[in-house]
């Protein structure tokens, strides 16, 4: 069974910083990728997503995510952040099949100012 | 503007009484989702749905149901046996076999005291 994992709960970063979440999945073959933000309250948004080709896909807002197939890794990365994006963080996989995605629980950006 | 309408945005109610909750999607999408998001946990599918009079379960169906009667509307009825049915509740939709990540409502807090 497809699994993800988020291992920081929390992360603060200081505005104008670099950001790295990180995100391990567990499935055999390929599988879809996604990023979603979460603001406090609200449902979810897709950041971006991955299923083939470049391993460093693009985003809104200014994020992108390199897939490492080696590392069975798709972490997110913002060169430099914005005390708006303080928000919630969430990694997603599928296998296919019924296109359900598992997600990790979770990462909690906080940005000092 | 397309997208998934959750009501109400919070909800109360009593131990023992059974509340239904409401989503509804002009996206035209085949597919819909119930979660559940608990702090630190996550978001955990309820059930799902791929076509209209169709339902499956997800990992933690018990003491829900739902009905898929018309392709815009998907509810959920959390009833008296859910044993702990505080929590946030997000409905999804995406096209089926389209891989392109779900749309998700704004989400429905449910109090039950």
């Known amino acids: 069974a497809q699994s993800v994992t988020q291992p920081d709960i929390h992360i603060t970063v200081s505005e104008g910083a670099s950001l790295e979440l990180r995100c391990n999945y567990s499935?055999?073959?390929?599988?879809?990728l996604f990023w979603y933000v979460q603001s406090p309250g609200q449902g979810l948004q897709l950041l971006l997503k991955?299923?083939?080709?470049?391993?460093l896909v693009q985003g809104i807002k200014g994020f992108e995510a390199e897939f490492k197939r080696s590392q069975s890794s798709f972490n997110l990365r913002k060169p430099s952040v914005h005390w708006s994006d303080a928000a919630e963080y969430f990694c997603?996989?599928?296998?296919?099949?019924?296109?359900?995605?598992?997600f990790g629980t979770g990462t909690q950006l906080k940005v000092e100012l | 503007d397309g997208g998934i309408t959750q009501s109400p945005k919070y909800l109360f109610r009593k131990e023992g009484q059974n509340v239904t909750l409401s989503c509804e999607q002009n996206?035209?999408?085949?597919?819909m989702y119930w979660y559940r998001q608990d702090p630190g946990q996550g978001l955990r599918l309820i059930y799902y749905?791929?076509?209209?009079?169709?339902?499956q379960k997800g990992d933690i169906a018990e003491g829900y149901s739902v009905s898929r009667e018309k392709k815009e509307s998907f509810p959920l009825t959390v009833t008296s046996a859910q044993k702990n049915p505080t929590a946030f509740y997000l409905c999804?939709?995406?096209?089926?076999?389209?891989?392109?990540?779900?749309?998700f409502g704004s989400g429905t807090r449910l109090t039950v005291v």
């Open positions: 997603a996989v599928s296998a296919g099949g019924g296109n359900k995605l598992t």
């Open positions: 499935y055999g073959a390929t599988p879809y």
């Open positions: 991955y299923f083939s080709g470049d391993t």
């Open positions: 996206l035209n999408h085949d597919a």
């Open positions: 749905s791929q076509i209209v009079n169709d339902f």
């Open positions: 999804a939709s995406n096209p089926t076999g389209d891989m392109y990540g779900y749309t």
